[in-house]
């Protein structure tokens, strides 16, 4: 039956009054759990608090299972959801630019809005960077079209490129997750803690 | 619900797991209803879009890349996307009036100048911006919704933002520790 | 050459089948002059009871706010006007059952009587304040020894004027939208609500703040509550009353009604009240100016989307 509005069981209009709903549980839910602050996020990349991490991996993994539940009580169809498109050589180059902006800033686009909304004047920096960013992308864009279109892979999946079935992924990340935790806890304690 | 509080004497944030978890599942319901998970730099794209279109119309339209977000008489603001970040800034401020989390100011290591810290946010945000149009999504849309579709895309973007992270931090541990 | 002519009663363009015949600054003007009502009701009100002193921004500060709001939505009320010559034909004559006639003859006391009361008060405002001539002098002196029976006679003009701004619509029998009797209660909670906010946003007093926290949380309430049921009554109605609520539920004005009247302008600012009741420090400024966006949104909704629908097919 789901995802319900791409199946028109609730009418299209709604979509951008759930997109509120949903936006309004993601801030508070993020901000809640710290990821308002840059130093704590960046904790996790310098070893004094690892908030960001499991965090991450925590959401990460509850959201796989879960999307792999209600697929199998038929409560959504997997088949239809927004598949990212892949394209290798891009995305590759993209996700470690994104890496040096994160460790400059502290920030990803998603919690700087966090920030902005409490009052950091950084936040709404890094919003302003962001914005800048786009633009100049955008601009320098038929320079780039060549790289940005290259090595299309499609809509892909996990399961359709390396093959490995999406439970037996699922299980293999919880795994790794789980182990992870378990490091990071024993570090912890070794580490003196920090406030901001 | 102070049992939730990863250290309860302070009562600062959440438990972590317990975030991650009320996270997964606010994503699994962003699935559910709209077919899409949640993102942030779609957002800023789409105000970047507006913004195009509304001092140079005519350069919007023949730029290659904006021009792919221009829905004929619609306003580009009028996304999905931008709508969630709405919402996340109510969710934010929320948050951060009930745990007295509200004030102006610039948050940095004490090892380094607030205006250091600005210049340095500006660049980041600005190689962020550039490289969420790249790889088509950032962290939430593309590394944490990706993931959750099972998308190949996502868990390259997971890989790449925070392989680069690690591998880089180094150079930049002075603005940090 | 044969010519025919066809008359019909349908050719009616800017009526049927939608009506054009309103456009931003009506919205406007009902807006500020619910606001309006809305600051002259708790002024009036906490004047007969006799807290001039420790209520001084309902009763001395805000309605300083009123006679601009009034005098500013009459203009806008004008400029919509086609025929802007003929307005004071609405004061040759008083008819009970027209609520313009209403409106008309209550916003021609209302307005100077929110003048005078503004400048009795003036001097405590502004010290150094001259009016020049002794005569004017005077006779405001005057005036402010009779507070209270202005304060008497403002409070039932505040209350025809608010549910005014609503009866003014409901009014269109042909407009299944608005032609329903909980709009006039719902404008005037509305307006009530809106004046709350300004006065939680305006005032420096502590205590004013948070009792206006609290009436402000009731209203919202109420004002949520008549939502509801102004809702039930189309999904009760015919099939004309249906369509028009189809237009908030699943319709073009979905969105704008959900998101920036109930969400943002009505549930997300109480939630930060209650907060702020709680004991968390929360910058008024914020409920209060989502609830006057929302109160103006509302407003726009109502008229836009009342335009659409209709009874003939």
Known sequence: ?196 | MNFLLEDRKTRIYWNPYFGGFLLGLIVIFSFYVSGRGIGASGGVKSAVVATVNAVAPSHAENSAYFSKFLKGDKSPLNTWLVFQMLGVIAGAFFSGAVNNRLKIRIQHSPKITAKTRLWFVLLGGFLFGGGSQLARGCTSGGALSGFAANSLGGLIIMISIFGSGYLFAYFFRKLWI | MREELFVSGRNLPNIDPHLHAWHWPIPVYLFLGGLAAGLLFFASYYTILGKEKTMPTVVKWAPFIVPIALVVGLMALFYDLTNKLYFWRLYTTLRLESPMSWGAWVLMLVTPLSMVWVATYIKELIPSWDWKFPIIENTIEWFAKYRKVMAWILLPMSIILGIYTGILLSAFNARPLWNNSILGPLFLVSGLSTAAALIIWTSKDHAERLLFSKIDLVLIGIELFIIVHMMMGFMAGPSVQLEAAALLFGGAYTVVFWVFVVILGLLFPAALEIAELMGNKIPVAVPAIMVLMGGLIFRFVMVEAGQITRYLY
Request: aromatic fraction near 16%; include cysteine; glycine fraction near 12%.
């Open chain 1, 1 to 196: 039956m789901g995802p319900l509005i791409p199946n028109e069981i609730i009418s299209p209009e709604w979509n951008h009054v759930f997109a509120v709903l949903i936006g309004i549980a993601f801030g508070i839910v993020m901000e809640s759990s710290g990821f308002s602050s840059s130093r704590k996020i960046m904790g996790s990349f310098y070893g004094y608090d690892f908030t960001m991490i499991r965090v991450f991996m925590t959401a990460a993994i509850t959201s796989l299972i879960g999307v792999l539940y209600m697929d199998y009580f038929g409560w959504i169809d997997r088949t239809e959801l927004f598949v990212v498109p892949t394209y290798l050589g891009a995305t590759i180059t993209g996700g470690a630019l994104m890496g040096l902006g994160f460790l400059a800033a502290g920030f990803c686009p998603g919690t700087s809005f966090l920030a902005a909304a409490i009052g950091k004047v950084d936040g709404m920096v890094f919003i302003g960077g962001a914005f800048l960013g786009i633009l100049f992308f955008g601009e320098i864009f038929p320079l780039i079209s060549d790289f940005y279109y290259a090595n299309y892979l499609g809509h892909i999946t996990v399961e359709e490129s390396l093959g490995i079935a999406p439970d037996w992924f699922a299980l293999i990340f919880a795994v790794i997750a789980v182990v992870v935790f378990y490091v990071l806890s024993i570090i912890r304690k070794s580490v003196e803690k920090v406030k901001y």
